[in-house]
């Protein structure tokens, strides 16, 4: 229809055209406003500021993603603060997945379990979100990169109680009571040096006080981390207890 009216550049506007739901219909209607000159200037004209209206809006959403990387990165390490913060559990979870959302969107469904009373806890920080990007990094992985993924925060008294569960593959029953031991991985060679959970462990139990334990069976394994409102607040409750 556009070649048939002189216009030149039919090949570079027919797409532009499309998405703003031109058609030869509607290419007939306009035809009758304008004279056979001044038509494939305007068609050109439309397109192309549609072009450049879309690059404005891509341009506008990439840097709105950048900002909100550069943020998360900020609050994930806790530059220039003090060691132990005021923290809240569910900013970090969030953070975390903003660090890692290049492996979730390649197929992770991700569904939030968060309690609108959970109190901000003493904590330090920056190493705590390192925990929370080694248990959910892992869960991804044991889903191959598609499933879904499970994060619950709640308060237990005074404790809080976050939760990372995926619908994975599982860890292997005789296997369970290794997987915080210092470089033992199920990972193949250079997936892993199997210090991530250990590290873990040692940044919840030593430097918080608080508690970790996972249950897993083939298509559901729950990491649980405990921790004390107040650092040094007593003894993690067991496993399953409120």
Do not use: C
Not at 9 to 16: D, G, N, S, T, Y
Not at 116 to 123: G, M, R, S, Y
């Amino acid at each position: 229809w556009l070649h048939d009216r002189g216009a030149e550049e039919a090949l570079e506007v027919v797409p532009e055209l499309t998405r703003l739901g031109y058609d030869p219909p509607r290419l007939e209607a306009l035809a009758h406003v304008f004279t056979p000159a001044q038509l494939p200037v305007v068609l050109s004209w439309l397109g192309n500021k549609h072009a450049v209206h879309s690059l404005i809006g891509e341009i506008s959403l990439g840097t709105e993603r950048i900002l909100e990387i550069v943020s998360a990165l900020k609050s994930y390490t806790y530059l220039d603060r003090a060691p132990v913060q005021s923290v809240d559990v569910r900013k970090g979870l969030e953070d975390t997945l903003i660090i890692l959302r290049n492996k979730l969107k390649k197929g992770v469904r991700v569904i939030r379990e968060f309690d609108d009373d959970v109190p901000l806890i003493e904590a330090y920080a920056s190493e705590l979100n390192q925990v929370w990007t080694n248990l959910i990094d892992n869960a991804i992985d044991a889903m191959d990169g598609h499933g879904t993924l499970i994060l619950r925060a709640r308060r237990e008294n005074g404790w809080v109680l976050v939760e990372v569960e995926d619908d994975g593959h599982g860890i292997p029953a005789e296997t369970q009571s290794k997987i915080y031991d210092p470089f033992f991985t199920t990972k193949g060679p250079g997936d892993g040096m199997g210090l991530g959970l250990n590290i873990s462990r040692n940044i919840i139990v030593q430097k918080h006080h608080g508690d970790v334990s996972v249950s897993s069976v083939p298509g559901r394994t729950r990491f649980s981390v405990r921790l004390p409102v107040q650092r040094g607040a007593g003894e993690a409750p067991a496993a399953g207890d409120d």
